[in-house]
């Protein structure tokens, strides 16, 4: 047997008792501006499981060019299981949560290795070259021994 409820209402200095069912939905209607037509509201966790399952592809791809350094695929998993496991922190808005969520993980240097700039090559390419020139600009080995022999006699003397 369902229980039934009533409540002590008043509306404009009359009181009255009415059905707590129809009562919250009044106000689940009212309040949440959502027509529900009937509809049972998803558990928590299979809205979660929805919204991450039914990403469109159009969200992802704005999300790899927002947020190149970070694997994406790997973060919505992360931010699945931490919704799954933090049902005393529900979040309303999972699209928000997840930019939030990647936006952070951005921020602390992703996970996905940059490709290399453009300009640090051509400093790598500089740096070469001045080895490469500074080889062929330096002193024949015979001057070298010359010069430390000389300098060995020099701190004897």
Same mark, same amino acid.
Request: charged share 35%; glycine share 2%; hydrophobic share 35%.
């Given at each position: 047997?369902?229980?039934?409820?009533?409540?002590?209402?008043?509306?404009?200095?009359?009181?009255? %008792?009415?059905?707590?069912?129809?009562?919250?939905?009044?106000?689940?209607?009212?309040?949440?501006?959502?027509?529900?037509?009937?509809?049972?509201?998803?558990?928590?966790?299979?809205?979660?499981?929805?919204?991450?399952?039914?990403?469109?592809?159009?969200?992802?791809?704005?999300?790899?060019?927002?947020?190149?350094?970070?694997?994406?695929?790997?973060?919505?998993?992360?931010?699945?299981? %931490?919704?799954?496991?933090?049902?005393?922190?529900?979040?309303?808005?999972?699209?928000?949560?997840?930019?939030?969520?990647?936006?952070?993980?951005?921020?602390?240097?992703?996970?996905?290795?940059?490709?290399?700039?453009?300009?640090?090559?051509?400093?790598?390419?500089?740096?070469?070259?001045?080895?490469?020139?500074?080889?062929?600009?330096?002193?024949p080995q015979e001057w070298?021994?010359?010069?430390?022999?000389?300098?060995?006699?020099?701190?004897?003397?």
């Open positions: 047997m369902p229980l039934f409820l009533e409540i002590l209402i008043r509306e404009n200095g009359k009181e009255r %008792w009415v059905d707590s069912r129809k009562l919250f939905k009044y106000l689940l209607e009212d309040y949440s501006k959502v027509d529900y037509k009937g509809k049972l509201v998803d558990p928590y966790n299979t809205r979660i499981k929805k919204f991450y399952s039914n990403i469109p592809q159009e969200l992802l791809d704005t999300w790899k060019k927002a947020y190149p350094n970070v694997d994406i695929k790997e973060q919505l998993k992360k931010c699945e299981a %931490w919704l799954l496991s933090n049902t005393n922190k529900a979040k309303k808005d999972f699209k928000r949560f997840t930019n939030n969520w990647l936006s952070r993980a951005m921020e602390f240097g992703g996970n996905i290795p940059i490709q290399v700039d453009t300009q640090i090559e051509k400093q790598i390419k500089k740096q070469q070259e001045y080895n490469r020139q500074a080889e062929i600009d330096s002193a070298v021994q010359d010069l430390l022999k000389k300098t060995k006699e020099n701190m004897s003397k």
